[in-house]
């Protein structure tokens, strides 16, 4: 078996008197798709900040490939999570004074690629998410379908080894969400992209390789398919 992409050991996090997360220990397999499921203040998204060192847990230790990212100086935790993490959010977060592919290519200009690459990376990366036809789109003129998958493309440009969804599907007509769902589960199959997700919906979930639950920002049941 693989060593775990992502591990978690003892994680917990409070703000003020609140506990969010309570002694959270789980492992992520590379090439894996994890959908974290739970009801509104469960500690999901924060959960998700962590993993996506986003958010300093108060106890407990978080390795992304072997790398404890809160033992790395600002500038260095900033270029790891660039370079190892990609994100996706339920409202796309698409810069609206650029095209499509100048949002895809940002990441990789942030990682020191030149414009000129980074352009063609994105280009490529968006016609093989099928969008050739709407690379010097803005966001104003693309469907929620096409803005979701933009979103995707961008997390993707730095070939990251963790994927990261916060409600991807959320915004998203039932067609748009099956698109979604199987972009995911192609990229799974054809890069061995690993993704982690957190989603209220049962569709998302039920296609997940693995189902993990919070309650009261404890993790109650992990299911594998």
Same mark, same amino acid.
């Given at each position: ?21 309570? /002694?959270?220990?789980?492992?992520? !397999? ?30 407990? $230790? ?7 990212? #809160? ?11 660039? !370079? $190892?993490?990609?994100?996706? #959010?339920? #409202? ?5 004074? #650029?095209?499509?592919? &100048? %949002? ?36 104003? $003129? ?15 440009? %730095? ?18 969400? &099956? ?23 049962? /569709?998302?979930?039920? !296609? ?9 920002? !404890?993790?109650?049941? /992990?299911?594998?398919?």
């Amino acid at each position: 078996m693989s060593s775990p992409l992502v591990l978690l050991d003892s994680i917990s996090k409070s703000f003020g008197s609140l506990q969010i997360l309570n /002694d959270i220990s789980l492992s992520i !397999r590379p090439s894996e798709i994890t959908a974290i499921v739970g009801p509104s203040g469960a500690g999901k998204t924060t959960l998700l900040q962590i993993i996506g060192t986003l958010l300093k847990p108060d106890r407990g $230790q978080l390795l992304i490939d072997g790398v404890n990212p #809160f033992a790395l100086s600002a500038q260095r935790q900033a270029h790891f999570r660039n !370079r $190892q993490i990609g994100f996706v #959010f339920q #409202f796309h977060q698409l810069l609206p004074e #650029f095209t499509a592919t &100048e %949002n895809v290519a940002i990441p990789a200009m942030i990682a020191g690629m030149s414009k000129k690459q980074a352009i063609q990376e994105a280009e490529q990366m968006l016609s093989q998410l099928g969008l050739a036809d709407r690379l010097k789109h803005r966001p104003a $003129q693309l469907s929620g379908g096409e803005k979701q998958r933009t979103a995707v493309a961008r997390a993707l440009i %730095n070939r990251p080894s963790l994927i990261l969804a916060d409600e991807p599907s959320g915004s998203l007509d039932s067609q748009r969400k &099956e698109e979604l769902i199987e972009l995911f589960l192609e990229l799974r199959d054809q890069l061995g992209q690993t993704f982690l997700i957190v989603t209220h919906d049962a /569709d998302f979930a039920q !296609r997940a390789d693995r189902t993990v639950s919070l309650q009261d920002g !404890r993790i109650i049941a /992990d299911t594998t398919v």
